[in-house]
């Protein structure tokens, strides 16, 4: 099945600071979709972005299908940025599931 | 998107019990999904419940343990039978819409 790799596995920023965080993944993919896990274990969808660039407020995100990975930027970090974030994808095979990454785990600090 | 209420959100049990955790959603959907997620880890699938059939587990869960019910195209069930500490996770429900998967706020089990 498809691996899934996310970096870095833990974080900590200064509230105001950018970061970047990194999907890879091992296969070919139709969907690939971008979770924030808060504190209270709530998944919230951010992003669907099989491949392209989106932008939502201080979050963007751009999938390189062609070589497979995806990255997540967090600008002007806030504390309620806090949690862990999760790459999760699905293959192209009729038959795949949705495969979840190790996640990042970050904290922002005032 | 779709509103998936999960409930209990959260539950303390006795080692030995059973725990149901329900899952609705606002719209009939065809497939449903059950996940576990261990403390510090990632989201495993358990299964995928049809209405009409018998669930679909994945490597390493089994009915016995995780009976599932998909009476109709909005509700699904899981139990987590005869619990043990290391049955202490957040479990969550899925749903597709399209290609894009949402999820329930996850009931936090935990077994002493």
């Known amino acids: 099945g498809i691996q899934v790799e996310q970096s870095p596995p833990d974080l900590i920023l200064q509230e105001g600071a950018n970061s970047t965080l990194r999907c890879n993944f091992s296969d070919s993919v139709n969907n690939l979709q971008w979770f924030h896990q808060n504190p209270w274990g709530q998944l919230i969808n951010l992003f669907y972005i099989p491949s392209g660039t989106k932008q939502n407020g201080r979050l963007s995100a751009t999938t390189v299908a062609t070589e497979r990975y995806s990255l997540l930027y967090i600008s002007s970090s806030q504390t309620t940025d806090s949690g862990v974030y999760f790459c999760a994808v699905e293959g192209v095979a009729s038959y795949d599931k949705v495969i979840f990454g190790p996640g990042t785990s970050l904290s922002v600090i005032p | 998107s779709a509103v998936i209420s999960q409930k209990p959100s959260r539950d303390i049990c006795q080692r030995g019990t059973s725990l149901t955790i329900q899952c609705q959603v606002d719209s009939q959907v065809t497939m449903m999904f059950w996940y576990r997620q261990q403390p510090g880890q990632s989201l495993t699938l358990i299964a995928t419940a049809n209405q009409g059939s018998e669930a679909t587990y994945e490597s390493g869960f089994v009915i016995d343990k995780f009976p599932i019910s998909r009476p109709n195209l909005t509700f699904s069930t899981l139990t987590v039978s005869n619990m043990s500490p290391e049955d202490s996770s957040i479990y969550l429900c899925?749903?597709?819409?399209?290609?894009?998967?949402?999820f329930g706020q996850g009931t936090r089990l935990t077994v002493v």
């Open positions: 899925s749903v597709e819409e399209g290609p894009e998967a949402f």
